[in-house]
């Protein structure tokens, strides 16, 4: 949404999530970084930003639901290093596809090499197989050590031109606020 605000380009954004959110006290830029995890932050009182980019870092947990958080930036990295080498407006091309995938292919149980199949398989669904967007992400994913599985060619998703913000004076509606719990893929 910062990029989206800033109409800055994916080789343009600082990729940095949460900047600005900690005092002047904190030695730190940012909660997360997408673009290097691990990075965000190194204080003193705080620690350091204990976020891992690649698989071989991974970890294991039972706090943090198992490590949902810590363990983010290995799928933020692969969406940075995605948008970052298909180029252009990060929610144009990558934001779709994992928007699709997150919205149409994934279960509240999925995994990081599901996520990485899910994203390559829409990647080519919207783009086709051998197409620069679905390289770029089989190599993100790769980059982070998540290997996506050969997939097979399937029906085209429709891409919208692009995606539309809503208004400033736009209402959320009701349901919306109410909905709980995840949503069902079909």
């Given at each position: 949404m910062k990029?989206?605000?800033?109409?800055?380009t994916a080789a343009k954004a600082d990729w940095l999530i949460g900047?600005?959110?900690?005092?002047?006290?904190?030695?730190?830029a940012a909660v997360r970084s997408m673009k290097s995890p691990g990075s965000a932050y190194d204080d003193p009182v705080i620690g350091k930003d204990p976020q891992p980019a690649h698989m071989r870092d991974y970890q294991h947990s039972r706090s943090?639901?198992?490590?949902?958080?810590?363990n983010s930036g290995i799928p933020n990295h692969a969406f940075y290093l995605a948008a970052t080498a298909i180029g252009g407006h990060a929610w144009d091309v990558a934001g779709k596809i994992w928007y699709a995938a997150l919205t149409t292919k994934l279960h509240p149980h999925a995994t990081f090499g599901d996520c990485a199949a899910a994203t390559l398989q829409c990647a080519v669904e919207l783009f086709g197989?051998?197409?620069?967007?679905?390289?770029?992400v089989s190599e993100a994913w790769k980059t982070v050590g998540v290997a996506a599985q050969p997939i097979a060619e399937g029906p085209r998703i429709p891409l919208r031109r692009r995606f539309e913000a809503p208004s400033a004076g736009a209402e959320v509606p009701a349901a919306a606020m109410r909905r709980k719990g995840p949503r069902k893929v079909q």
């Open positions: 990029q989206f605000a800033l109409k800055q900047a600005g959110i900690f005092t002047a006290k904190v030695h730190g943090d639901n198992g490590g949902v958080h810590i197989r051998g197409s620069t967007q679905a390289a770029a």
